[in-house]
Antibody, heavy 122, light 107 residues
Framework: EVHLLESGGALVQPGGSLKLSCAAS????????MTWVRQPPGKGLEWVSI????????FYADSVKGRFTISKDNAKTTVFLQMNSLRVEDTAVYYC???????????????WGHGTMVTVSS | IQMTQSPSTLSASVGDRVTITCRAS??????LAWYQQKPGKAPNLLIY???NLESGVPSRFSGSGSGTEFTLTISSLQPDDFATYYC??????????FGQGTRVEFK
């Protein structure tokens, strides 16, 4: 069964750092791009970052560029999101998702984790 | 590229035909996906590449469009379909972005 499990969400003070993990299973992890999408409480979805299947390319939303770093460990079938200089407006549920199609420009996301909550507050 | 989704809220009854529209500020070819999200749950992919039904999704869902205007249609609304729907675009810049969402509520 295809499965994604996020972890690492927590309460953190503004200016702090946090690293999210997303463990994948049930599919050819090394052949798919992986993405992070967030959703502030009561609001819509916001795309955050994506990493290519081979980790060669990474892209970020303007709102997190320079503060967040995405990485992928194909051996451990895990994708990470390192979040630095956190702001109150980064408060959200963070979802990881599997890109489709395989080994090609990712146009959509077909498998999602259950999400992990990040709260930035003093 | 900006995505404009309409309406923001839609009131409908079981059995109704429902249409949601998503407009892009510039052409995105057919790189448009649709998702359904229920409260407290992760989004679920319904349609990819504008008109392709994801495996396991009921055939009452369909998508159409290309360029800048796209629609998601539910041919006969079922009780399980009351949820929020999002469009999502990809362009070769590359960027990815979601629309603001459409909440389908019971009339």
């Amino acid at each position: 069964e295809v499965h994604l499990l996020e972890s690492g969400g927590a309460l953190v003070q503004p200016g702090g750092s946090l690293k999210l993990s997303c463990a994948a299973s049930g599919f050819a992890f090394s052949s798919h791009a992986m993405t992070w999408v967030r959703q502030p409480p009561g609001k819509g979805l916001e795309w955050v970052s994506i990493i290519s299947y081979d980790s060669v390319d990474t892209f970020y939303a303007d709102s997190v560029k320079g503060r967040f770093t995405i990485s992928k460990d194909n051996a451990k079938t895990t994708v990470f999101l390192q979040m630095n200089s956190l702001r109150v407006e980064d408060t959200a549920v963070y979802y990881c998702a599997k890109g489709r199609p395989a080994s090609s420009p990712t146009d959509s996301f077909d498998i999602w984790g259950h999400g992990t909550m990040v709260t930035v507050s003093s | 590229i900006q995505m404009t989704q309409s309406p923001s809220t839609l009131s409908a009854s079981v059995g109704d035909r429902v249409t949601i529209t998503c407009r892009a500020s510039q052409s995105i070819n057919t790189y448009l996906a649709w998702y359904q999200q229920k409260p407290g749950k992760a989004p679920n992919l319904l349609i990819y590449k504008a008109s392709n039904l994801e495996s396991g999704v009921p055939s009452r869902f369909s998508g159409s469009g290309s360029g800048t205007e796209f629609t998601l249609t539910i041919s006969s609304l079922q009780p399980d379909d009351f949820a929020t729907y999002y469009c999502q675009q990809y362009n070769r810049n590359p960027t990815w972005a979601f629309g603001q969402g459409t909440r389908v509520e019971f009339k």
